[in-house]
């Protein structure tokens, strides 16, 4: 099977601060890719490259056979990206941007408004259709920006921290959703910090730390690597760079 993303000796430096240290990985259809590591890793930056919002890094990234830095455009109508952060147009309605939003990848009129409409409902958002989103909470925000980011049924779908502000219920669902949309053969990158979410529905794992590889593989094979553990503890065990009992008695000691 030929891989969806190939990335090859990937490197990104801000001024004197190399975030990127050749990272090489290859993501195939089907494929729920964990990709975590400790804040200032560098996955941030990655998913940005892919989504070409960053151009001037070296080596060579490709989707679907396509490179990156002259198929720009291309790839970008594949992917859809759910950030961690992103404003909402507040003086639109959920109906109004997911239009908007559908414009932008040209989908036809009764196509979009029909998803949209299914979409919502299904969110729980059937009776918030045609409010202003000024008055929506963080959880019904992100619900809005789960669907913008599949709305055009891209093949790739990148989803940074999806989880923030859902409700449990939600949370379940978007698990489920996950499960089904790798099922039809969509490749999903998903960066999260929630250790216990990135275990169960991950069928693969990439632990970056200071902007290289550390760890590759399936959550069992990390496991048999590291010892009968959880996700939560292999991280730590592989980029901590202190004790957290030392850390926490450095923090308690501010109150003394």
Same mark, same amino acid.
């Given at each position: 099977m030929e891989p969806v993303i190939s990335i090859r000796n990937l490197r990104k430096s801000y001024g004197d601060k190399e975030v990127l240290k050749g990272i090489s990985l290859d993501v195939y259809p089907g494929q729920v890719l964990g990709y975590i590591g400790p804040n200032g890793a560098g996955k941030s930056t990655t998913v940005k490259i892919l989504c070409g919002l960053i151009s001037d890094y070296e080596g060579e990234v490709t989707v679907k056979g396509l490179d990156l830095k002259t198929n720009s455009l291309q790839i970008k109508s594949m992917?859809?990206?759910?950030?961690?952060?992103?404003e909402l147009y507040d003086v639109l309605t959920p109906v109004e941007f997911l239009q908007f939003c559908g414009s932008l990848y040209g989908l036809g009129a009764k196509t979009g408004n029909d998803r949209i409409? =299914?979409?919502?409902?299904?969110?729980?958002?059937?009776?918030?259709?045609?409010?202003?989103? %000024?008055?929506f909470s963080k959880g019904m925000r992100q619900k809005v920006l789960l669907a913008s980011g599949i709305l055009h049924n891209p093949d790739i779908i990148i989803l940074d921290e999806p989880l923030s502000g859902l409700d449990a219920n939600s949370?379940? $669902? $978007? =698990?489920?959703? $996950?499960? =089904?949309?790798? =099922? %039809?053969?969509?490749? $999903?990158?998903y960066c999260s910090h929630m250790m216990d979410v990135v275990e169960k529905v991950s069928d693969r794992i990439i632990l970056i730390d200071n902007g290289t590889v550390i760890a590759d593989g399936s959550f069992e094979a990390l496991q048999q690597q590291q010892g009968d553990t959880s996700l939560e503890q292999i991280f730590a065990n592989l980029t901590a760079k202190n004790s957290f009992t030392n850390t926490?008695?450095?923090l308690m000691r501010a109150f003394d």
């Open positions: 992917i859809g990206y759910v950030p961690e952060l992103a409409e =299914k979409m919502l409902a299904a969110f729980g958002l059937q009776n918030n259709m045609h409010q202003r989103m %000024d008055s949370v379940i $669902i $978007i =698990k489920e959703l $996950i499960s =089904k949309l790798a =099922k %039809d053969g969509k490749t $999903i990158f926490a008695d450095e």
